[in-house]
């Protein structure tokens, strides 16, 4: 059987993992997604390291995707000089309007509206919680606040308003800089941060729509505005990512587990691929082991029935990418394991459109089917990658091989649990789909003579949305 596991890696693209060698051993340990997040380097930079990744790529047999993370309506503090001065539990801070250097006692935002729509009585986060002011007071257009919560501060650290209804645009205009960056390098995913309604979603589609590409949509909760609005955002998005780090920030953070399991079951329920971000293996930035704590978080996850697992810090900025992805895929494995041999894996009727209820229904018998004739593989030509999605998320105890002749499809499969993509020409029928996919088995070694594989396919093959037959084949290797 094929040596992989079924849940997806995502690891971010920086500094510790911009030479082709260190990306290619990053493939070999499981990566199947490489992320580029805009809100760090320049497009000069993002191009130079999607260049290595592409050269990486070309010599790699495992197909894998890139995802572009757009920064959205992130506000953060302007410069202030000295770095690292100390805020103090009592101490008065005025934030100003504009962007101009300041100190740690006074400084502006890069939101320009900011200090007409905070009101006093609203708390303000700084650097992901570390630091709580709260508004006590104007002076003019300054806010005068009072720290609660002390610490170091440095500057263009992060703001979080968890009191505040920001009416900030949800793209912005350097969002769609690198959103025609994105289109021009043909990336296969973009992620949108800060998302609070469908609306958002559905007009980055739009836009992509209107430029003639595919890229695929993924949105990040990690706003109180998103989970109110969350079933018609998960509805409306390609895939769905549970941003934990400014969840943690603007929400109650002994609520974050129940809402990563909340957004973890409603993805399943609508066939949408999930994704779990933020601190998965933190310690690993600086330290080779991870925590007996983060084994537990990442493994827990996997449980949960996310399909992706994303590294951030430690690929980026880590002094130890490789070896996080080794870990990371080594407690996926033993998890996964755990799972194979358990009988209450349930295979679930996704919500899904009358287009693709018969794709969806067909999922769900095949998983009924493997476990009732000891499947091996289940073989599948999904040209648009929709068989193969819904084929996921029914959790088949075994690995699915998805074909297609489209290559952007196939790479947009590298983000479904348990999917091994394979990019070939359209077979002019289901005999010749059989000999090809014996083909691949052999040369792979993936199965024995006498095993059984399940085939799921349609009429044309090729043809979107005709996915309409299964087929019980015994392997002739």
Excluded at 31 to 51: A, C, M, Q, W, Y
Excluded at 402 to 431: F, K, N, T, W
Aim: net charge negative.
């Amino acid at each position: 059987m094929p040596e992989m596991i079924k849940t997806k890696i995502i690891a971010t693209l920086g500094p510790s993992c911009e030479d082709a060698g260190t990306i290619e051993a990053m493939i070999d340990n499981g990566v199947d997604v490489f992320r580029i997040n805009f809100s760090h380097g320049t497009l000069d930079e993002h191009d130079k390291l999607l260049e290595t990744v592409n050269a990486a790529r070309s010599r790699h047999h495992q197909m894998t995707a890139v995802l572009g993370d757009l920064c959205g309506p992130k506000i953060r503090m302007s410069r202030i000089e000295p770095e690292g001065q100390m805020l103090y539990v009592g101490d008065r801070v005025s934030i100003v309007p504009g962007n101009q250097v300041g100190t740690a006692y006074r400084f502006g935002t890069n939101y320009e509206h900011f200090n007409q729509e905070v009101e006093i009585g609203h708390r303000i986060f700084l650097d992901d919680g570390q630091i709580t002011l709260s508004v006590v007071g104007r002076d003019g257009e300054d806010l005068v606040c009072k720290v609660i919560d002390g610490g170091p501060l440095s500057s263009r650290k992060g703001v979080n308003l968890p009191d505040t209804p920001m009416r900030i645009p949800s793209i912005t205009e350097f969002d769609f800089e690198c959103i025609d960056w994105a289109i021009k390098r043909n990336l296969d995913f973009l992620a949108l941060s800060f998302v609070r309604s469908a609306d958002e979603i559905n007009r980055l589609k739009e836009y992509i729509r209107k430029a003639g590409a595919d890229i695929k949509v993924v949105a990040k909760i990690e706003t109180p505005q998103a989970l109110s609005h969350l079933e018609p955002i998960v509805n409306a998005s390609h895939a769905v990512l549970v941003a934990r780090g400014d969840l943690g920030v603007e929400m109650d953070l002994a609520e974050v587990p129940l809402i990563q399991k909340r957004i973890t079951k409603m993805c399943r329920d609508f066939g949408k691929p999930v994704i779990v971000a933020t601190q998965m293996l933190q310690s690993m930035i600086e330290n080779p082991t991870a925590t007996r704590a983060e084994v537990s978080d990442v493994a827990n996850a996997i449980m949960d029935y996310t399909d992706a697992v994303l590294l951030s810090g430690e690929t980026a900025i880590g002094k130890y990418p490789v070896k996080a992805a080794q870990t990371i895929e080594r407690i996926a494995r033993v998890t996964e394991a755990y799972l194979d041999k358990q009988y209450t894996v349930m295979h679930p009727k996704s919500t899904t459109t009358e287009e693709l209820e018969l794709t969806a229904a067909m999922a769900r018998s095949v998983g009924q089917l493997v476990e009732d004739i000891d499947a091996k593989l289940v073989a599948v030509w999904s040209q648009s990658g929709s068989s193969a999605r819904f084929l996921s998320k029914a959790r088949i105890d075994v690995p699915i091989l998805a074909l297609s002749s489209d290559e952007r499809s196939c790479r947009q499969m590298c983000l479904h649990y348990g999917v091994i993509p394979c990019c070939r020409p359209i077979p002019e029928d289901i005999r010749q789909f059989t000999l090809l996919v014996d083909k691949l088995i052999t040369e792979n070694k993936w199965s024995q003579a006498g095993d059984k594989i399940i085939l799921v396919a349609g009429q044309p093959l090729g043809a979107p949305g005709t996915t309409n037959s299964i087929h019980v084949h015994n392997i002739n290797t």
